[in-house]
Nanobody, 127 residues
């Protein structure tokens, strides 16, 4: 069982920055590809960014490309989402997710492919 704990959310003005962190339990973090998703009120959960288990491949939604950066530190069992130039439309609950990709490669843009989810952290961007 993998437990994910997000942190770093908060209230920020438009144009500002936040860095989200997601720390996992266990000693097999290196086997897991990681993703960030978000859900705004009244909307479906949507893909934000993902990173392969090695960190060699990253993926971004078009809406955040060039503004957000996903990274991971396998020694710290942590994945990060650096969010710059934030916009009011980035306001949402952000969720960290994990999938064991040691043997199988998954489409990391699809929420249904992830086995484990964090509880979410609120990001609010004021105009």
């Amino acid at each position: 069982q993998v437990q994910l704990v997000e942190s770093g959310g908060g209230l920020v003005q438009a144009g500002g920055s936040l860095r989200l962190s997601c720390t996992t339990s266990g000693r097999t973090f290196y086997m897991y590809a990681m993703g960030w998703f978000r859900q705004a009120p009244g909307k479906e959960r949507e893909f934000v960014a993902a990173i392969s288990r090695t960190g060699n491949s990253t993926y971004y939604a078009d809406s955040v490309k060039g503004r957000f950066t996903i990274s991971r530190d396998n020694a710290k069992n942590t994945v990060y989402l650096q969010m710059n130039s934030l916009k009011p439309e980035d306001t949402a609950v952000y969720y960290c997710a994990a999938v064991n990709s040691w043997y199988i490669t998954y489409d990391l843009r699809q929420a249904r492919n992830y086995n484990y989810w964090g509880q979410g952290t609120q990001v609010t961007v004021s105009s």
